[in-house]
């Protein structure tokens, strides 16, 4: 986050005015509780270096218990983090709703949530979000959580339109995340590439795009930097 707010002081104003760009950030699992909901929006403000966020999402529908890490984990259990059962993510939604009201925020949203957690918010509160970010591409389409969201008039944003080339293992008693083996990608790689010679990158993109969903791709390599160009 520092990084990035280095970044954006370097262009703001010399380069470019402030409401010209749109900048999103997520609320993290740990400060789901209400009364941490804004101090943590302040914080990322703060790293940021600007006054406001155009959109704010809830990261995960889910809370850990607040003040140790971001990921706390279990007594006696290295691949389990503990789970604060007190906190709905109604609760936490309630509270990004008042954010609007503080003039930090111009929209609140969600992320990683299904149907049954937006029904969940909507049915509490009468107010929808203007976005709800999944991972989505065509090896995972979504197709009835993207059809309830349009019905809604929920904005989807696909992050990893790409494919997600990252997955868990388990080693040494401890969750890793590492990139799939070869295989698994050249695999992926024939599934998706088109046959007018597209790569994989720039297909995924456009079938992700062709069915009204907003893409949010992050490009790992070279190659597929050059296909976005």
Not at 25 to 50: F, I, Y
Not at 67 to 95: I, N, Q
Not at 172 to 188: I, L
């Amino acid at each position: 986050m520092t990084q990035v707010g280095n970044a954006l002081k370097k262009v703001i104003p010399s380069v470019v005015r402030r409401e010209e760009l749109f900048i999103t950030s997520k609320l993290w699992n740990d400060a789901h509780h209400p009364s941490e909901v804004e101090r943590q929006l302040d914080a990322t403000l703060s790293q940021l270096g600007t006054p406001y966020l155009d959109l704010y999402l809830i990261h995960w529908p889910v809370a850990f218990v607040r003040g140790r890490e971001m990921s706390p984990l279990r007594a006696g259990k290295p691949d389990e983090v503990e789970v604060d059962t007190d906190t709905s993510v109604v609760d936490t939604w309630k509270a990004m709703l008042a954010l609007r009201d503080t003039g930090k925020v111009k929209a609140v949203g969600v992320s990683n949530f299904t149907i049954q957690h937006l029904e969940a918010i909507i049915k509490a509160t009468g107010e929808r979000p203007a976005v709800n970010q999944v991972e989505a591409h065509p090896l995972l389409p979504q197709d009835d959580l993207v059809k309830y969201c349009k019905k809604q008039g929920i904005h989807i944003t696909a992050y990893s339109p790409l494919g997600n080339n990252r997955e868990w293992r388990r080693a040494d008693g401890k969750r890793r995340c590492t990139e799939k083996n070869d295989s698994t990608r050249q695999e992926e790689d024939c599934r998706l590439s088109r046959s007018d010679g597209s790569g994989r990158a720039a297909s995924c993109v456009r079938c992700t795009g062709a069915r009204c969903v907003g893409c949010g791709p992050g490009l790992l390599c070279d190659s597929e930097v050059g296909e976005q160009a």
